[in-house]
Nanobody
């Protein structure tokens, strides 16, 4: 069974940092583009950061540029989202997603062309 499982969410103060992890089971992430998305109840889902299967290209939303970094560790079948300088408006459920090999980061992050979704992890930024 193909699964993506997110972890690392929690409560953090404004200005703090968190690292989200996404672990895959049932398939090898090295053949997939990966993206992190977030959604606040009542609002549209937003593509946060995406990375190609090769790791050669990334895309980040303007709202997180310079603060969030996506990376992948194919040996451990995992992808990460390092988040710094967190703001209350970053509060959301964060989802990991996978797209097939030739999915571009723009197609994934902007058009949300995704084949598999995780169930999400909650990030709350509050004092």
């Amino acid at each position: 069974q193909l699964q993506l499982v997110e972890s690392g969410g929690g409560l953090v103060q404004p200005g703090g940092s968190l690292r989200l992890s996404c672990a895959a089971s049932g398939f090898s992430l090295e053949y997939y583009a990966i993206g992190w998305f977030r959604q606040v109840p009542g609002k549209e889902r937003e593509g946060v950061s995406c990375i190609t299967a090769s790791g050669g290209a990334t895309h980040s939303a303007n709202s997180v540029k310079g603060r969030f970094t996506i990376s992948r560790d194919n040996a451990n079948n995992s992808v990460y989202l390092q988040m710094h300088s967190l703001k209350p408006e970053d509060t959301a459920i964060y989802y990991c997603a996978a797209g097939h090999l030739f999915t571009t980061v723009q197609a994934m992050c902007v058009d949300q062309r995704v084949d598999y979704w995780g169930k999400g992890t909650l990030v709350t930024v509050s004092s």
